[in-house]
């Protein structure tokens, strides 16, 4: 039986952090401001997938209060979605996202991105979408105040 989940995460664009999406380093004058890596891609693929198993949130597994999650690599909250998938006997059909960005250009990125998504859930590559937009000048996004992102994922589950 197919289940799906749903996922949405933002971040403050702040000077003096890196700018981490999907896994990509990407060459900025600002980065995302987070306790972790602050991956908002990853962070809302990660709640896709436990929303999809009917698990709690990220912030109830990896909670900003504890220290050894201080600027970690968000792969690691993807890879353990995946594992807990995996634990209910379920396989992750395909998981899709869309950014929300003004600045800097997403698409240069895109095949790295999927690429890191697919490696943290055991997937193939071609099961992963990302894609990405403006925010056509409007509101906090359009402002560069920060990036959003939001995400399915279908996961296969026994009865
Ligand atoms: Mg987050």
Redesign the pocket.
């Known amino acids: 039986m197919v289940h799906v989940g749903i996922g949405y995460?933002?971040?403050p664009l702040v000077e003096g952090r890196r700018l981490v999406l999907g896994g990509v380093e990407i060459p900025h004058a600002k980065g995302l401001e987070?306790h972790?890596d602050?991956?908002?891609l990853m962070?809302?693929l990660t709640d896709a997938v436990l929303g999809a198993i009917g698990d709690v949130d990220?912030?109830h597994l990896f909670p900003n209060t504890d220290p050894s999650w201080k600027n970690a690599p968000?792969r690691i909250f993807l890879e353990e979605a995946a594992r807990r998938v995996r634990a209910k006997g379920g396989r992750i059909v395909n998981v899709d996202v869309s950014l929300a960005a003004e600045q800097p250009k997403i698409h240069p990125h895109i095949s790295a991105m999927k690429a890191n998504v697919a490696a943290a859930l055991g997937i193939p590559v071609g099961k992963v979408g990302v894609k990405a937009t403006t925010n056509e000048r409007m509101g906090f996004v359009g402002r560069e105040e920060g990036i959003a992102a939001m995400a399915v994922a279908s996961v296969d589950l026994p009865e």
Request: proline share 0%.
């Open positions: 995460d933002v971040h987070g972790s602050a991956d908002a962070h809302a990220i912030g968000s």
